[in-house]
């Protein structure tokens, strides 16, 4: 990190150097003489938080119910009439899954402010000070797709995992590979702040957070230029429980079952100026695993068989905690702290058999017991400073954050030449262990001010940096047998550190049009900064880049509860540490797995058009979107020197197309019945000059969700997924399927709920086949990820269940984790 406190400084100087442009800001203009205008709040009633997009329509006195004029709140809930004549009204409130209100007004020659409409959650019920309301499992909105993980019964007693499993446009395959779109480009935030531990390792991170704590995963698939200009395919935002409005609240819960099981617990109050939010959490999985990879040598008819076994375990620990401060009516402070902490192992055993005909003396019988070793911690704090202003929209805010995100790899192996069955250790003819880390830290500072001009236009500006270092640390030993013990292996060591560093500035602009469109053009530009040093080869190397990233959309509000929806985008992906590491993994003897150092950033460039109605029955969302990657990182397999050996790393060898159709809508056709879910449909191309490829074909996805209220507080969900193969650059991707159907009594006056859920319950597993063809070779391997499960969970709530302000937060959405973690299309 070079000269990080003169950045800092800066940064402070260009923060204050706002915030006293912010004080000496003019007032908003007066509105003409003769012209009325209504303003106004949408809040849900149970978390006192912002209900964006709901429909605000402007109506005559009663009993006239033939509307005015409509509009849609913006997304911090607001909405403002203009222009209206004087004289008795009526507003009438609503959006899908609350209640709707209906209020008289009075509108007079100037402004008026008629205050907060706060919605119920459709079914609200009370019960002692518990408040228990219900909301769609899947809400359609125009800029994202919002799932709420609290509302479905199958999710009690899993994790992040099995939630991002459900959610419309993701897609979870055996190994806990996340898809978004049918690409593994995006990034995942918490509380719309990034998570260094989901960068660097997103499918055993996710494992390390509970389900219980998740309110809602949001999917953002054209983020605007306050969003990092990182992930290509979009953005997954997991929107944690937090927050209490008043008193005292709280929640214990613990859930076991043949897969994993955990035990969670949080506490919660608000009393006067303070507010405190807390959780805690702890829980295992485990489970078995087989695969099987086939290869056939096209040069030399070689063949190669890989068969193995196993069982996966590891647990994890998560925490979190807060503290919020209201410093005046307008001046707030925060405070939020997490930990996640995870190890585990993934133990197989391997039978090889490679054959080429005509060269027996490269033929290779063996087999190999080996233990993979992996562990991560993260630990953030943030705190975060807000002002708003008598003018209404106006904010000002500043944040910082430091993150230490480290983690493990390792891996131990016996191997036992010319045997078709495992033998005692002593046998052994070779063995290898290696250990490394990642260390891993991050500073962020960031300001934002959003300053209105009039009622119909405003401006968001911000400034952002990260100083953000990692690398790897690693040294392998081995052993062959009749030598006196383990030694250091030449070569095979690595030490290396990563430097990178990134500034940003953004603007948006957003101005409505007489009520109907609405249209928002903004930009972002980021400077990237990279150092890296090798200790092993000596070959540092420096380097930076300016990336302009615009964006823009424009929504046109049909009628009351359709609108249409275009968008642009461009976004940057710059790889993590898992592309970048230039560590040899030679845990597999004939496919050898490194990183590559060099590897460039990627640009995309998104197309969304989509048309959004809502309706008390239900809503449904259209839309049409075309992404194009150039200079696309990819993973790639080619052979090596020696015979029958290939090797995997990344490179930028690709140009990628997605064209993309997706429908998705929600339901309510009878009382208590709510089904949402949808297809999504893709055509990909994918191009490789360097490589001499072009590959193109369709792929398509289902996503299915339905919820039953029965007598008796007793609650029936279902979930199912499935998806076609994809056409990947060297072959072809797997399919998938994974249903899972769950029951929920809730009793104890509705503080308690006990859940039985089961998991593919008619298919033992589901097997993942992946295809590999190039000029060398064709291969076929298969994962099978044994799917059937059960779990059984019970949950306990106390005091008053309500969720108070939202947090302001970071969000350092900016990076490309690797391999099996986050990343890799």
């Not at 006192?48 to 005559?60: G, H, W």
């Not at 049409?624 to 397999?637: F, K, L, P, Q, Y």
């Amino acid at each position: 990190m070079k000269h990080p406190y003169r950045l800092l400084a800066l940064f402070l100087t260009i923060s204050a150097s706002s915030f006293t442009a912010l004080a000496q800001a003019p007032p908003a203009p007066a509105v003409p003489v003769g012209t009325g205008s209504l303003t106004g709040l949408v809040l849900d009633s149970l978390k006192k938080e912002p209900v964006p997009y709901a429909t605000v329509v402007l109506l005559p006195p009663a009993p006239n119910d033939k509307a005015i004029t409509g509009i849609a709140a913006d997304d911090n809930g607001r909405f403002s009439f203009t222009k209206l004549a004087p004289g008795p009204a009526r507003l009438r409130v609503s959006y899908v899954g609350y209640g709707t209100q209906t209020r008289e007004v009075t509108i007079t020659a100037g402004a008026t402010d008629v205050g907060t409409f706060r919605l119920p959650t459709a079914g609200t019920a009370l019960a002692e000070a518990v408040v228990i309301g219900t909301k769609p499992v899947v809400e359609v909105r125009p800029d994202r797709i919002v799932y709420n993980a609290d509302q479905d019964v199958t999710n009690a007693g899993g994790t992040a995992a099995d939630v991002l499993r459900k959610a419309p446009l993701l897609a979870v395959d055996g190994d806990g590979n996340v898809k978004m779109r049918g690409s593994g480009n995006f990034k995942v935030l918490v509380n719309n702040k990034p998570s260094p531990t989901l960068a660097s390792n997103l499918a055993e991170a996710l494992k390390g957070i509970p389900a219980e704590q998740i309110q809602s995963v949001e999917i953002i698939t054209t983020p605007p230029a306050k969003y990092d200009g990182e992930g290509t395919a979009g953005i997954i935002n997991i929107v944690l429980k937090k927050g209490v409005d008043r008193g005292l609240n709280g929640r214990v819960s613990a859930a076991g079952g043949n897969r994993n099981s955990n035990a969670n617990a949080s506490l919660n109050f608000k009393k006067g100026k303070v507010g405190f939010t807390s959780s805690l959490g702890t829980g295992a999985w485990y489970g078995p695993n087989e695969f099987e990879r086939t290869r056939v040598g096209k040069l030399d008819n070689s063949t190669l068989l890989q068969r193995g076994d196993g069982n996966y375990n590891g647990r994890w620990q998560f925490g979190t905690v807060g503290i919020d401060y209201d410093l005046s009516e307008k001046q707030s402070l925060s405070l939020a702290g997490s930990l996640n902490n995870y190890r585990g192992s993934n133990f197989s055993n391997l039978l090889n058999d490679f054959v080429v005909p005509g060269s027996p003396q490269d033929n290779s019988l063996f087999t190999r017991t080996t233990e993979n070793l992996y562990g991560g911690f993260n630990g953030e704090l943030t705190a975060t400073y807000t002002k708003t202003f008598a003018q209404p929209k106006r904010e000002w805010s500043v944040l910082g954050q430091y993150a230490n995100n480290s983690g493990t790899f390792g891996y131990d192996f016996d191997q036992y030449a010319n045997s078709y069955t495992n033998l005692e250790t002593s046998q052994a003819s070779y063995r290898e262990r290696s250990r490394g880390r990642t260390p891993g830290s991050e500073y962020t500072a960031q300001t934002d001010l959003v300053q209105p001009f009039g009622e119909t236009q405003t401006l968001e500006t911000g400034l952002k940096a990260i100083w953000r270092r990692t690398g790897s640390v690693a040294d392998v030993d081995g052993l062959t047998l009749g030598d006196p013990d383990f030694v250091r292996l030449a070569g095979r060591s690595t030490d290396f550190s990563y430097d990178q560093n990134v500034q940003a500035a953004y603007a948006t602009y957003t101005a409505v049009f007489k009520k109907k469109l609405t249209v928002s053009l903004g930009s972002r530009l980021e400077r990237t900064a990279l150092s890296a040093d090798f200790q092993t080869s000596d070959q540092p190397f420096e380097r930076d880049y300016l990336s302009l990233l615009p964006n823009g959309n424009a929504q046109y509000t049909l009628s009351e509860n359709n609108s249409v929806r275009l968008a642009y985008s461009r976004r940057i992906t710059r790889p993590f540490i898992d592309y970048l590491n230039p560590f040899i993994d030679r845990s597999d003897p004939r496919n050898i797995v490194f990183g590559n150092p060099e590897l460039d950033p990627e640009l995309t460039d998104s197309y969304e058009l989509s048309f959004n109605t809502n309706g008390k029955a239900g809503s449904l969302n259209i839309s049409g979107s075309v992404r194009r990657t150039d200079n696309a990182i990819e993973s790639i397999r080619l052979p090596t020197s020696e015979v029958g050996v290939t090797q995997q790393t990344f490179r930028n060898v690709a140009s990628n197309a997605y064209y993309q159709l997706n429908f998705y809508g929600s339901a309510k056709p009878v009382t208590g019945w709510e089904i949402s879910g949808g297809p999504d449909v893709q055509y990909i191309v994918r191009r490789s000059p360097a490589l001499g490829i072009e590959r193109r074909g369709f792929t398509a996805g289902l996503n299915f969700n339905s919820s039953y209220k029965l007598p008796k507080k007793f609650t029936l969900s279902t979930f199912l997924y499935s998806s076609l193969p994809s056409p990947d650059l060297q072959g072809r991707g797997p399919a998938n399927l994974y249903y899972q159907m769950g029951v929920k009594k809730t009793f104890l006056k509705n503080k308690a709920d006990l859940v039985l859920n089961f998991g593919s319950p008619f298919n033992n597993y589901w097997t993942y086949r992946n295809i590999t063809n190039t000029p060398d070779f064709r291969e076929t391997s298969e994962s099978r990820a044994f799917q059937r499960s059960f779990r059984l969970s019970f949950a306990y709530r106390f005091g008053q269940e309500q969720q108070g302000k939202q947090r302001k937060s970071i969000s350092n959405d900016d990076v490309k984790g690797g391999g099996n973690k986050q990343g890799g299309q």
